[in-house]
């Protein structure tokens, strides 16, 4: 490997060491878990919490996301539906989830941001 | 085939080839420059980031005149260069933001295109609705952009962005509008200037990551 791919690997390297694990694991009964907006991504994509458990999603772009239930292509109804507005910077969204299940849901505005509540009485760290 | 017929073809094979990029191979010999050398240097950021936004202009304009003077193989070839084009601006993207960003931002871009293909087939319908719902679209979208660059870049403003990525989109519907009024002429020199307006968006861009990463680029 030449001097130049070096250096290319190595700002690579740098740029992705801080990057957050794909899926995380948080307490549910003692609090709140929380999923970033940054960047047009849900950071964690995945998160599993306990039954219980109070998710806030908190919005750092300057641009207005939704937290929706289910995907474009399949959308929950009844009380399995709904939707938060993060309007902009700042703003947080939170929900409760109860019962064990899979979650997931997206960004209406930009379908690509796609991200996984998982509520599992195991799955939780302690 | 009348025109309507034909471009909405047009566009349903354009919608095609811009979000399937697997299907879009890239020849080993035409391996564009992000692709053949990552950037280590300043000045290799800057020609890279002027270079892939200049091209994205020229391969749009072939793309939405193909479109609108109905030459099917013609438009096909053009959009999967311009998806090509676009993979490549978004891997630049990646290597200083990393693959969540190279992948946030590649979607992103795909949206822009796809209104500038609704645009070029309300013009060519001459469905004035249409137009300007994709006017609005790309108008919304430059909001999108600035907030992803202002997100990823303490020193990018989203307005300042949002406001070059407008001049952009307002460039490139001057093509559009002339490819659509058979004026080659102010076509081709509208497409000059919308693609030496890119170099507004790119050495802003170049100077951000800079001044973020000093320490990542050499001089």
Known sequence: MDARSLIV?????????????????????????RVTVQLFKFRPDTLVVSPGATVAWVDQDEIEHTV???TPERRPRG???????LASRG???????????????????????????????????? | MNVITRITRLAAVGA???????????????RPIAAAAAPVSAAELRTLLNTLLAEHVYLAAGATGAALGGRDAEFKAAAGALDANSVEISKAIGLVYGSDAETAFLALWRKHIGF??????????????????????????????GAFLAAANPYLPKDVVAGLVKTHVLT????????GAKDAS???????????????????LTDAILKQFPQKFSN
């Open chain 1, 9 to 33: 690997v190595g700002i690579i390297a740098g740029l992705t060491a801080h990057a957050p694990p794909r899926a995380r694991q948080l307490p549910g009964r003692s609090g709140e878990a």
């Open chain 1, 68 to 70: 929706t239930a289910g």
């Open chain 2, 186 to 204: 102010k076509a081709w020199m509208s497409a000059r200037t919308a693609a030496m307006h890119m170099q507004m968006i790119a050495n802003p």
């Open chain 1, 91 to 126: 703003s947080t969204f939170q929900r409760t989830f109860t019962r064990e299940g899979t979650y997931p849901y997206f960004c209406e505005r930009h379908q690509f941001m796609r991200g996984v509540i998982r509520v599992t009485r195991t799955g939780a760290s302690k």
């Open chain 2, 16 to 30: 095609l080839a811009l979000v399937g990029t697997a299907a879009i191979a890239t020849p080993a010999a035409a």
């Open chain 2, 116 to 145: 500038v293909v609704d645009y070029t087939t309300g013009v060519a319908t001459k469905n004035r609705m249409k137009q300007d719902k994709a006017v609005s679209d790309l108008v919304g979208y430059t909001q999108d952009f």
């Open chain 1, 79 to 85: 009380s399995m539906a709904f939707t938060g507005t």
């Open chain 2, 172 to 179: 490139l519907k001057e093509v559009i509008d002339a490819q």
